[in-house]
Each structure stands twice: as structure tokens, then as C-alpha cells.
């Protein structure tokens, strides 16, 4: 066998070698979560909503106008931008639920703000001059979307997170049902999951490296109308 026959062979390995995919640690499976990292201007932009949305839910349950009119200025002061999750599979369903409607949106919740407000012109003016107040605008702040997920369904969504940094999924219902959060990495690994017996749902992880997370959105109950918020 010459020298140049015996070199074939060799060169095909070598070839081989450096088609064979690298994974994080050498695992194939290998699950995307990695140690906690420190926050981003979009990790807590992310938190500030799930802070309003705090707001809210304490506002609706003690009928309290200020509380409600602190969250539409957080919310307008952090903003928001459209998400840009990719819709895997949605409910998908037409029920007499589709009449419900966003009780999360700012104008909703100074609506409630009045109406909570009653005869306090004050509060009234409160409320009215948040609502002039200027947003950050649709090119910044997390990634929001407001969606119908109907009975006994689930929502599932896809999106990318940055290796390195905090990732965060947040979601808030409209009280009406239990509502559970599973995140999945590409591998289908489980990283997170809220399944609390409330529509508010949060999770946090460290991505090791960026790549595709599924996000599920899974009801327990009713119809429920909710927000979803991510960096």
C-alpha cells in the first residue's frame, strides 16, 4: 500500500471529526440552563411588569385606584414591544369566550381606575393624567402579547434567549381560571415550570448558551384571557 493510499482514510476521519455537532458539554441532550447570571436592562424591565401586574390584581381585589393607576405608569414608563415568539400551536377554538376582552391593557385598567375611584376627583385626575403621560413606544421594553387560551387547551410558542443572560417568561390571566407554565429547552428538556393553582406564572433561568426555548401555556379551567411578557 503506497503512502498516498494510506493517507485517504486518514483524511476522511479527519473530515469526519469536524462534522460531528459540538454540544455545550459534549452531551447531545444536554439541558440549556446554566448558574444564575447577573440581571440585564431586559431581565428587569421584565420584572417591573410582573410588578404592575401585582399592582393590578391587588387594585381589582381591593377596588383600589391608586394601585391600579401605579401599574399603567409602570407599565407605560418600562413599555413594550410586540413579541416576536413564534406561534407553534394555539387554541384554536370558537366559543361564546371570544367576546372577552384585555382587561390587562393600560386603557383598561385606568378605566377601572375611575370607575374604582368613584366620587374622588382627585384620583379621577390621577388616572386621566397617566393616561396622557407618553409611553416608551412598540420599539421598546420585553416582548408582550395578550391571547385567549380556551378550556382544557394550551398555548405553545417558540422563542430565542441569549446564552449568558437572565431569561425570563411571565404570564398573567384574567383570574378566571388556573393556569400552568412549562418552558422547554431544544433538547426537551424541562427547565421551568409554574404550576401553582393561580393564572400568574413566572420563570427564571440562565441559559448557557442561546438557542430555541418552547414556552406552553397550558388552562386548567375557562376560557382565561392573558398576558404573556419576556425579555
Excluded at 440581571?39 to 401586574?53: F, I, K, N, Q
Excluded at 414591544?81 to 393600560?106: E, F, H, I, M, W
Excluded at 390621577?126 to 385567549?148: F, I, N, Y
Aim: some cysteine; glycine content about 8%; overall charge neutral.
Amino acid at each position: 500500500m503506497s503512502f498516498q493510499t494510506r493517507l485517504v482514510p486518514f483524511a476522511f476521519a479527519a473530515v469526519s471529526l469536524f462534522c460531528i455537532p459540538v454540544f455545550a458539554d459534549g452531551n447531545p441532550k444536554s439541558s440549556n440552563v446554566g448558574e444564575a447570571t447577573a440581571p440585564t436592562a431586559s431581565s428587569t424591565a421584565v420584572d417591573h411588569w410582573e410588578t404592575a401586574m401585582a399592582l393590578v390584581r391587588y387594585g381589582d381585589s381591593k377596588q383600589d385606584a391608586l394601585a391600579m393607576i401605579a401599574a399603567a405608569r409602570i407599565m407605560k414608563e418600562v413599555g413594550d414591544s410586540p413579541s416576536k415568539a413564534a406561534v407553534v400551536k394555539g387554541s384554536g377554538q370558537t366559543t361564546s369566550a371570544d367576546k372577552k376582552t384585555d382587561t390587562l391593557t393600560v386603557e383598561a385598567i385606568l378605566a377601572r381606575a375611575k370607575q374604582y375611584a368613584g366620587d374622588r376627583k382627585d384620583l379621577v385626575a390621577l388616572a386621566e393624567d397617566a393616561a396622557r403621560v407618553g409611553g416608551r413606544g412598540a420599539v421598546h421594553g420585553p416582548g408582550r402579547k395578550s391571547t385567549l387560551v380556551y378550556r382544557g387547551t394550551q398555548d405553545v410558542y417558540q422563542v430565542a434567549f441569549r446564552g449568558g443572560e437572565p431569561a425570563i417568561v411571565f404570564a398573567a390571566g384574567d383570574g378566571d381560571s388556573d393556569l400552568d407554565l412549562y418552558v422547554y429547552d431544544e433538547n426537551e428538556n424541562l427547565i421551568c415550570s409554574d404550576t401553582d393553582l393561580t393564572d400568574r406564572m413566572l420563570c427564571r433561568w440562565s441559559p448557557r448558551w442561546t438557542g430555541q426555548f418552547t414556552i406552553k401555556v397550558k388552562n386548567l379551567g375557562m376560557a382565561n384571557y392573558y398576558t404573556i411578557v419576556h425579555n
